[in-house]
């Protein structure tokens, strides 16, 4: 049987969004706000996102990162390229942005600010067990996630169905470390878990 391309996987991902009951949406909403700061150190800088309404979580997950770490980051777009970033203080300081997305009204910061967080949230339509990352296909992340360190923990943020066995890979796809799901919580992706805090040997 023929694998199935990553536009299948995007068409089957984003209908079980649409679908998905309005109270399960919600109690899955809640458990990533409970889950999202687990293990998560109080000095840190964290890089996250405003999630859209197909993707899992809402404003309560990054208040609950605010009220818990030191900086939060969102991003912010400039057109084609690496995303550009602001602090996110509330869901006050949000207006609309190109997209269909929210962006805080604050100071932007340079791609590279990136560089700064122990942590980056990476949104998903689904992720493998090895850390391969289905994205929207815009490429945003996969220029800016090579800015930064070695070191950062990426924890991509799906529901626990979309954490699958096998997606398509392209080169220069970036894999994540990890991946937090509402039912899982937070697991361990690639299959050398050794390979440091934040990335897969493979990367």
Known sequence: MQARSKTEWREQVL???R???SGV???????????VTVGVAGDSVVCAYVPTALEPGSVDLLDALASSVRRVLVPVTRGPGPLFWSEY???????????GLLEPTGAVLAPEEIRTAEIVFVPALAVDRRGVR???GAGFYDRTLG?????????????DEELVAELPEDPHDVR???ALTPGSGLVRLGEDIESGPGRNAAE
């Open 15 to 17: 209908s079980g969004r």
């Open 19 to 21: 679908a998905l009951d």
């Open 25 to 35: 949406r919600a109690a899955e909403d809640r458990a990533l706000a409970e889950l």
């Open 89 to 99: 203080t509330g869901a006050r300081q949000l207006v609309d942005a190109p997209y």
């Open 134 to 136: 289905l994205g929207r």
């Open 147 to 159: 800015l930064a360190t070695p070191q950062t923990r990426l924890i991509t943020v799906v529901r």
């Open 176 to 178: 994540m470390g990890w």
